[in-house]
Protein backbone atom coordinates (compact mmCIF):
# COMPACT_ATOMS: atom_id res chain seq x y z
CA UNK A 1 0.00 0.00 0.00
CA UNK A 2 1.25 3.55 -1.05
CA UNK A 3 2.16 5.77 2.00
CA UNK A 4 0.04 8.39 2.37
CA UNK A 5 0.07 11.89 0.38
CA UNK A 6 1.26 14.15 2.86
CA UNK A 7 2.40 17.05 0.63
CA UNK A 8 -0.15 20.03 0.08
CA UNK A 9 -2.03 19.48 -3.22
CA UNK A 10 -1.98 23.72 -2.95
CA UNK A 11 -0.28 26.34 -0.52
CA UNK A 12 -2.85 26.58 2.25
CA UNK A 13 -4.34 29.52 2.75
CA UNK A 14 -7.13 31.47 4.24
CA UNK A 15 -9.68 34.06 3.15
CA UNK A 16 -9.60 37.49 4.70
CA UNK A 17 -11.87 40.15 4.64
CA UNK A 18 -8.90 42.13 2.40
CA UNK A 19 -8.31 39.33 0.45
CA UNK A 20 -6.71 36.00 0.88
CA UNK A 21 -3.75 35.12 3.18
CA UNK A 22 -1.25 32.88 1.43
CA UNK A 23 2.05 31.96 3.32
CA UNK A 24 5.16 30.56 2.18
CA UNK A 25 5.11 26.65 2.02
CA UNK A 26 8.62 26.16 2.67
CA UNK A 27 9.66 24.52 5.97
CA UNK A 28 13.15 25.43 7.15
CA UNK A 29 15.11 23.75 10.17
CA UNK A 30 18.09 25.86 11.98
CA UNK A 31 21.45 24.15 11.80
CA UNK A 32 21.19 23.88 15.32
CA UNK A 33 18.07 21.77 15.74
CA UNK A 34 19.91 19.71 12.51
CA UNK A 35 22.75 19.08 14.97
CA UNK A 36 20.54 18.02 17.98
CA UNK A 37 18.75 15.75 15.94
CA UNK A 38 21.67 13.72 14.78
CA UNK A 39 23.03 13.78 18.29
CA UNK A 40 19.94 11.45 19.14
CA UNK A 41 19.19 10.66 22.99
CA UNK A 42 20.53 12.83 25.67
CA UNK A 43 21.83 12.34 28.76
CA UNK A 44 18.73 12.20 31.66
CA UNK A 45 20.79 14.76 33.37
CA UNK A 46 20.20 16.99 31.21
CA UNK A 47 16.61 16.96 31.30
CA UNK A 48 13.94 18.95 33.19
CA UNK A 49 11.37 16.62 35.28
CA UNK A 50 7.74 18.46 35.18
CA UNK A 51 7.90 19.01 38.89
CA UNK A 52 10.91 21.24 37.95
CA UNK A 53 9.13 23.36 35.36
CA UNK A 54 9.66 26.52 37.21
CA UNK A 55 13.53 26.30 36.29
CA UNK A 56 12.13 27.68 32.95
CA UNK A 57 11.48 31.01 35.17
CA UNK A 58 15.64 31.59 35.55
CA UNK A 59 17.75 33.79 33.85
CA UNK A 60 19.53 32.10 31.10
CA UNK A 61 19.21 28.96 29.30
CA UNK A 62 19.17 25.57 30.32
CA UNK A 63 21.88 22.51 30.17
CA UNK A 64 19.10 21.32 27.43
CA UNK A 65 17.40 24.21 24.63
CA UNK A 66 17.60 21.35 21.66
CA UNK A 67 17.44 18.19 22.19
CA UNK A 68 15.67 15.22 23.65
CA UNK A 69 15.81 12.70 26.78
CA UNK A 70 14.68 10.09 28.83
CA UNK A 71 14.27 11.46 32.39
CA UNK A 72 14.93 8.73 35.53
CA UNK A 73 11.08 8.30 35.76
CA UNK A 74 11.46 7.12 32.18
CA UNK A 75 9.02 10.17 30.46
CA UNK A 76 10.36 10.94 27.36
CA UNK A 77 11.12 15.05 27.31
CA UNK A 78 11.71 17.05 24.06
CA UNK A 79 13.17 20.82 24.20
CA UNK A 80 13.30 23.64 21.30
CA UNK A 81 14.42 26.60 21.19
CA UNK A 82 13.17 28.98 18.68
CA UNK A 83 13.63 32.92 18.01
CA UNK A 84 10.98 34.48 16.74
CA UNK A 85 12.40 38.18 15.81
CA UNK A 86 9.18 40.79 15.34
CA UNK A 87 6.88 38.71 17.29
CA UNK A 88 5.10 39.19 20.65
CA UNK A 89 3.46 37.43 23.06
CA UNK A 90 -0.16 38.99 22.33
CA UNK A 91 0.87 37.76 19.09
CA UNK A 92 0.94 33.85 20.36
CA UNK A 93 -2.47 34.36 22.77
CA UNK A 94 -4.60 35.50 19.74
CA UNK A 95 -2.48 33.07 17.60
CA UNK A 96 -3.85 30.01 19.92
CA UNK A 97 -6.94 31.31 20.04
CA UNK A 98 -8.01 31.85 16.29
CA UNK A 99 -5.96 29.04 14.33
CA UNK A 100 -8.11 26.55 15.41
CA UNK A 101 -11.49 27.61 14.06
CA UNK A 102 -10.59 26.38 11.14
CA UNK A 103 -8.72 23.66 9.83
CA UNK A 104 -7.65 25.65 7.23
CA UNK A 105 -5.62 28.16 9.19
CA UNK A 106 -4.13 24.96 11.25
CA UNK A 107 -2.47 23.69 7.80
CA UNK A 108 -0.78 27.39 7.78
CA UNK A 109 1.23 26.32 10.76
CA UNK A 110 2.35 23.19 9.34
CA UNK A 111 1.51 23.28 5.34
CA UNK A 112 2.77 19.13 4.77
CA UNK A 113 1.81 17.71 8.72
CA UNK A 114 -1.08 19.24 9.61
CA UNK A 115 -4.56 18.04 8.68
CA UNK A 116 -7.33 18.91 10.72
CA UNK A 117 -8.04 21.02 13.55
CA UNK A 118 -11.46 22.03 15.47
CA UNK A 119 -12.34 23.36 18.80
CA UNK A 120 -14.44 20.80 20.71
CA UNK A 121 -16.46 23.99 21.98
CA UNK A 122 -17.55 26.12 19.58
CA UNK A 123 -15.72 29.87 19.65
CA UNK A 124 -17.82 32.92 18.66
CA UNK A 125 -15.08 34.97 16.73
CA UNK A 126 -15.70 38.52 17.39
CA UNK A 127 -12.40 39.67 17.88
CA UNK A 128 -11.60 41.19 21.12
CA UNK A 129 -8.51 42.10 23.10
CA UNK A 130 -5.85 39.87 24.64
CA UNK A 131 -7.27 38.38 27.81
CA UNK A 132 -10.56 37.61 25.60
CA UNK A 133 -8.60 35.78 23.64
CA UNK A 134 -7.18 33.55 25.73
CA UNK A 135 -10.41 33.10 27.33
CA UNK A 136 -11.02 31.53 23.94
CA UNK A 137 -8.49 28.60 24.32
CA UNK A 138 -7.75 28.27 27.76
CA UNK A 139 -10.60 25.57 29.10
CA UNK A 140 -11.12 24.67 25.66
CA UNK A 141 -10.10 21.50 23.60
CA UNK A 142 -8.54 21.26 19.81
CA UNK A 143 -9.09 18.08 18.22
CA UNK A 144 -6.41 17.78 15.88
CA UNK A 145 -5.00 15.88 13.27
CA UNK A 146 -1.09 15.88 12.16
CA UNK A 147 1.57 13.78 11.36
CA UNK A 148 4.40 13.90 13.61
CA UNK A 149 7.18 11.91 11.76
CA UNK A 150 5.35 9.27 9.75
CA UNK A 151 2.33 8.81 12.22
CA UNK A 152 -0.73 10.44 12.08
CA UNK A 153 -2.00 11.06 15.66
CA UNK A 154 -5.26 12.44 16.16
CA UNK A 155 -5.33 14.19 19.60
CA UNK A 156 -7.20 16.25 21.82
CA UNK A 157 -5.01 19.25 23.02
CA UNK A 158 -6.79 20.67 26.30
CA UNK A 159 -5.15 23.96 27.16
CA UNK A 160 -4.99 24.67 31.00
CA UNK A 161 -4.22 27.54 32.69
CA UNK A 162 -0.38 28.54 33.12
CA UNK A 163 -0.58 28.29 37.17
CA UNK A 164 -1.27 24.47 36.79
CA UNK A 165 2.40 24.26 35.85
CA UNK A 166 4.31 27.06 37.04
CA UNK A 167 4.57 30.15 39.55
CA UNK A 168 2.59 32.94 37.33
CA UNK A 169 3.42 35.55 40.06
CA UNK A 170 7.29 34.98 38.45
CA UNK A 171 6.77 35.49 35.15
CA UNK A 172 7.16 39.64 34.83
CA UNK A 173 10.59 39.21 36.74
CA UNK A 174 11.56 36.54 33.91
CA UNK A 175 10.65 38.53 30.86
CA UNK A 176 7.97 36.02 30.60
CA UNK A 177 5.17 37.32 28.63
CA UNK A 178 3.06 34.31 28.29
CA UNK A 179 3.04 30.44 28.32
CA UNK A 180 0.99 27.92 26.58
CA UNK A 181 -0.15 24.92 28.41
CA UNK A 182 -1.89 21.36 27.50
CA UNK A 183 -2.48 18.42 28.11
CA UNK A 184 -2.31 16.14 25.29
CA UNK A 185 -4.72 12.91 24.93
CA UNK A 186 -4.90 10.20 22.30
CA UNK A 187 -8.46 10.50 21.10
CA UNK A 188 -8.58 6.92 19.48
CA UNK A 189 -7.80 5.34 23.37
CA UNK A 190 -8.90 8.06 24.91
CA UNK A 191 -6.09 8.46 27.59
CA UNK A 192 -3.88 11.84 28.19
CA UNK A 193 -0.31 10.87 27.97
CA UNK A 194 2.09 14.05 27.63
CA UNK A 195 2.05 17.71 28.63
CA UNK A 196 3.01 20.74 26.66
CA UNK A 197 4.55 24.16 27.41
CA UNK A 198 5.78 27.21 25.28
CA UNK A 199 6.93 30.07 27.19
CA UNK A 200 7.25 33.24 24.98
CA UNK A 201 9.89 35.04 27.24
CA UNK A 202 11.16 38.51 25.62
CA UNK A 203 13.97 39.55 24.16
CA UNK A 204 16.05 41.92 22.67
CA UNK A 205 14.22 41.42 18.98
CA UNK A 206 10.86 40.35 19.88
CA UNK A 207 10.48 37.11 21.74
CA UNK A 208 11.98 33.26 21.92
CA UNK A 209 9.90 30.44 22.25
CA UNK A 210 11.05 27.96 24.48
CA UNK A 211 9.03 24.57 24.09
CA UNK A 212 8.99 21.68 26.43
CA UNK A 213 6.91 18.44 26.06
CA UNK A 214 6.92 15.70 28.64
CA UNK A 215 5.42 12.23 27.15
CA UNK A 216 4.47 8.84 28.71
CA UNK A 217 2.66 10.31 31.80
CA UNK A 218 -0.59 8.24 31.14
CA UNK A 219 -3.42 9.07 32.49
CA UNK A 220 -6.20 6.47 31.63
CA UNK A 221 -9.08 7.71 34.38
CA UNK A 222 -11.82 8.73 31.32
CA UNK A 223 -11.57 5.02 30.31
CA UNK A 224 -15.02 3.40 32.19
CA UNK A 225 -13.99 0.57 34.88
CA UNK A 226 -10.22 -0.44 33.80
CA UNK A 227 -8.91 3.42 34.06
CA UNK A 228 -8.03 3.41 37.52
CA UNK A 229 -6.61 0.07 37.15
CA UNK A 230 -4.27 -0.26 34.11
CA UNK A 231 -2.95 3.66 34.71
CA UNK A 232 -0.05 2.10 37.34
CA UNK A 233 0.62 -0.62 34.45
CA UNK A 234 0.74 2.14 31.94
CA UNK A 235 3.32 4.47 34.20
CA UNK A 236 5.40 1.70 34.74
CA UNK A 237 9.00 2.60 33.40
CA UNK A 238 8.83 -0.54 30.85
CA UNK A 239 5.46 0.60 29.56
CA UNK A 240 6.48 4.44 28.68
CA UNK A 241 9.63 2.96 27.24
CA UNK A 242 7.26 0.74 25.39
CA UNK A 243 4.68 2.84 24.29
CA UNK A 244 6.56 6.03 23.57
CA UNK A 245 9.81 4.94 22.19
CA UNK A 246 12.99 7.40 21.63
CA UNK A 247 12.20 7.81 18.09
CA UNK A 248 8.94 9.70 18.83
CA UNK A 249 11.39 12.81 21.17
CA UNK A 250 12.82 12.79 17.49
CA UNK A 251 10.43 13.44 15.55
CA UNK A 252 8.13 16.12 17.89
CA UNK A 253 12.00 17.86 17.98
CA UNK A 254 11.89 18.16 14.27
CA UNK A 255 7.95 18.65 14.13
CA UNK A 256 7.88 21.23 16.63
CA UNK A 257 10.86 23.19 15.10
CA UNK A 258 9.71 23.17 11.85
CA UNK A 259 6.05 24.44 12.89
CA UNK A 260 7.35 27.16 15.51
CA UNK A 261 9.96 28.68 13.02
CA UNK A 262 7.32 29.00 10.28
CA UNK A 263 5.31 30.73 12.84
CA UNK A 264 7.58 33.34 13.75
CA UNK A 265 7.94 33.97 9.60
CA UNK A 266 4.16 34.29 8.75
CA UNK A 267 2.82 35.52 11.97
CA UNK A 268 3.06 39.30 12.41
CA UNK A 269 1.64 39.99 9.08
CA UNK A 270 -0.97 37.63 9.51
CA UNK A 271 -1.59 39.50 13.57
CA UNK A 272 -1.47 43.09 11.44
CA UNK A 273 -3.83 42.67 9.06
CA UNK A 274 -6.66 40.27 10.99
CA UNK A 275 -6.27 42.21 14.10
CA UNK A 276 -5.35 46.10 13.37
CA UNK A 277 -7.55 46.19 9.88
CA UNK A 278 -10.17 44.23 11.38
CA UNK A 279 -10.60 41.25 9.03
Known amino acids: MNAPLREPQALPEVRLADGVFRPS ?9 IAAARAGLRPAGEGLALRDANALLEPGHLALENGYARLDDALLYV ?40 WRTPVTWAGGDREQWRRLYIGNVSEVDEYVGSTRMRLAIAFAEPAEYLDVSRFEASGTDTVICARTISRKENVAAGHVLHQIRRT ?4 EMRSRFWLADFDSSALPVIGPLVRPVLNSRLMRRTLVPNGVGRDLLLHCAEEMTHLAEFLPALFQRVVHRGS
Do not use: K
Not at 25 to 33: D, F, S, V
Open 25 to 33: AALRLGETI
Open 79 to 118: AVLTPMPGVTGEMIDWWFAWHGEESARYQLWHPRDHISAR
Open 204 to 207: ASGV
